[in-house]
């Protein structure tokens, strides 16, 4: 997600409620971030995700399938 402009990371030493709270308030504040997300966004408006997903799965063999 940060790759693509429209995360951050926080490192496990940093996760504290604190970190979390500030990263998620400056990502949701952010114009950049929003416009980034739309753009993003924007390359899967013509994908048929859940067709693509159950053609996957249908791929996988059998004993994945159905394994619990």
Known sequence: MAEL???TAI???K???DAV???LS????SHQVRDDCRRV???FES???ISQTCHLIEAL???LRQSR
């Open 21 to 23: 709270v500030q990263s």
């Open 5 to 7: 402009e429209v995360g």
């Open 15 to 17: 996760l504290i409620c």
């Open 61 to 63: 063999p059998g004993e």
């Open 41 to 43: 966004a924007s390359w």
């Open 26 to 29: 400056k990502l949701l504040r």
């Open 47 to 49: 994908v048929d995700s």
């Open 11 to 13: 490192s496990p030493a």
